[in-house]
């Protein structure tokens, strides 16, 4: 037993482990991966020196992007490179610059910026269409308005496109000889709740020559056909549009009787998707 009054005796503190030396880190560095690698070159000077060494990024690059290779020469020459995967922006790392670093961070980006593009804030219960089908002396042979989401019945491949069919058949409407025009508006109703006004825009308004009218393939005892005109949408904003409004009237009989309206949105000879159009049109109606 200690006596009264014996000091009690404290364990000795371990001391730190040394750092390890300076001739080991390159031997280290080799089997790091690129995040590893741009952590470890914030610690100190010496470490940014054998962990950014512009080999171990050429060999990274190598391995994950080979094609970025040939791309070296053509990129600048800066000392930034911070956009590096451990996003490190000490004073230690902008002192040597490695171009295969910046070359490696810039491809590693490139797939963070590939991303889906984010759903349309405008919905197909928020719009509704109104169409308009006049003879060149504006006497109205067709007119219709449809809300969207109660459009597209019976269209074939209309699953998740930008494609719409309205069924006309019981107005008894003709196109008749000579040339026809086609007004289509896309309106954005007050069903959305959010207190916006409503809004339009107009899609098409475009004549269709009446030798294109005549030439719709519409067979004798009851046969049908088609005769339809598309037009360049405007653009949401500056220069040339890519988008095409397209409408297509389906007809029956001799006397060339409207019995369906298809109305779609095209781009590069393809219908876009249901998504496409209500993000076009959001530029426009929101």
């Not at 730190?16 to 914030?42: G, I, N, Q, T």
């Not at 990129?75 to 490696?104: K, Q």
């Not at 289509?184 to 007050?190: C, E, L, N, S």
């Not at 006004?197 to 308004?205: C, G, H, Q, S, T």
């Amino acid at each position: 037993m200690r006596s009264e009054g014996e000091a009690t005796a404290m364990p000795a503190r371990r001391a730190s482990p040394p750092p390890p030396p300076w001739e080991a880190l390159p031997l280290v560095a080799p089997f790091l991966d690129a995040a590893s690698l741009a952590a470890a070159s914030c610690v100190s000077t010496s470490w940014h020196a054998a962990f950014a060494a512009d080999y171990l990024w050429a060999r990274l690059c190598a391995q994950h992007y080979p094609s970025a290779l040939g791309l070296l020469r053509h990129l600048p020459d800066t000392t930034d490179d911070s956009a590096s995967s451990g996003r490190c922006r000490c004073s230690s790392t902008t002192t040597s610059s490695s171009p295969h670093r910046r070359l490696f961070a810039l491809f590693r980006s490139a797939s963070t910026r590939s991303r889906v593009l984010p759903a349309p804030r405008l919905a197909l219960a928020d719009v509704a269409f109104a169409v308009d089908i006049l003879t060149a002396g504006g006497e109205t042979i067709l007119s219709f308005a449809v809300a969207a989401a109660e459009a597209g019945g019976g269209v074939k491949n209309a699953a998740g496109l930008f494609l719409f069919g309205v069924d006309v058949g019981g107005r008894s409407a003709a196109i008749g000889p000579g040339e026809w025009r086609v007004r289509w508006t896309a309106v954005r109703t007050g069903t959305r709740g959010d207190g916006g006004a409503p809004a339009a825009v107009l899609m098409m308004d475009a004549k269709v020559p009446a030798a294109r009218a005549a030439g719709a393939i519409v067979g004798f005892g009851g046969g049908r056909g088609e005769a339809g005109v598309a037009a360049g949408l405007p653009a949401p904003g500056c220069g040339g549009a890519r988008l095409e409004a397209e409408v297509v009237l389906e007809l029956a009989g001799e006397e060339k009787m409207i019995e369906k309206v298809r109305l779609g949105v095209m781009c590069e000879c393809r219908y876009v998707s249901a998504d496409e159009g209500l993000r076009y049109l959001q530029h426009f109606l929101l």
